[in-house]
């Protein structure tokens, strides 16, 4: 098989597999990064998205092959050691999780958007993390912690 050099969270991974082996499992099961969660293996909730090259990109569809020589970031890779993110501390202080299956994409969707946009509108906000499933329905809560991580309340 051939090897595949990644980057992973600023380091770099040599992974030994088939070229079409999705890059969820290879963060998930190879790189034991297990923050990042398989949902529907289709791609269609978000719940595996990771951040390639700065932008959100489900990962559960992506063959590693695709991902080499781009920067990939997971949700592990966001926090500086023990100091959050400020867009995971702002989930945590909403309460915008409730099973937390969908928070890691949800986070890494709300990274890039804010990346693009650093004062969205609820509007933007909405239109930022469209596709991304949260299966408890706590998307009133998701968009106030994206409004705290984006420095404030705004319409």
Do not use: W
Request: glycine share 10%; net charge positive.
């Amino acid at each position: 098989m051939p090897i595949y050099r990644l980057s992973v969270n600023g380091a770099e991974h040599r992974v030994d597999t088939d070229a079409d082996r999705p890059l969820l499992d290879v963060l998930r099961e190879d790189l034991h990064l297990t923050g990042t969660k398989y949902g529907c293996g289709e791609g269609q909730c978000r719940a595996c998205s990771v951040l390639i090259d700065g932008k959100a990109l489900p990962s559960c569809r992506m063959p590693v092959s695709a991902a080499t020589g781009k920067q990939i970031t997971t949700i592990e890779g966001l926090a500086k050691g023990a100091a959050l993110h400020r867009v995971q501390q702002a989930f945590l202080d909403e309460g915008a999780m409730q099973c937390g299956y969908c928070v890691p994409g949800m986070i890494v969707s709300t990274v890039a958007l804010l990346d693009r946009t650093a004062k969205p509108t609820d509007e933007q906000i909405i239109a930022g993390l469209n596709g991304n499933l949260c299966r408890c329905a706590g998307y009133s809560r998701i968009v106030a912690a994206v409004r705290r991580a984006a420095g404030g309340n705004h319409a």
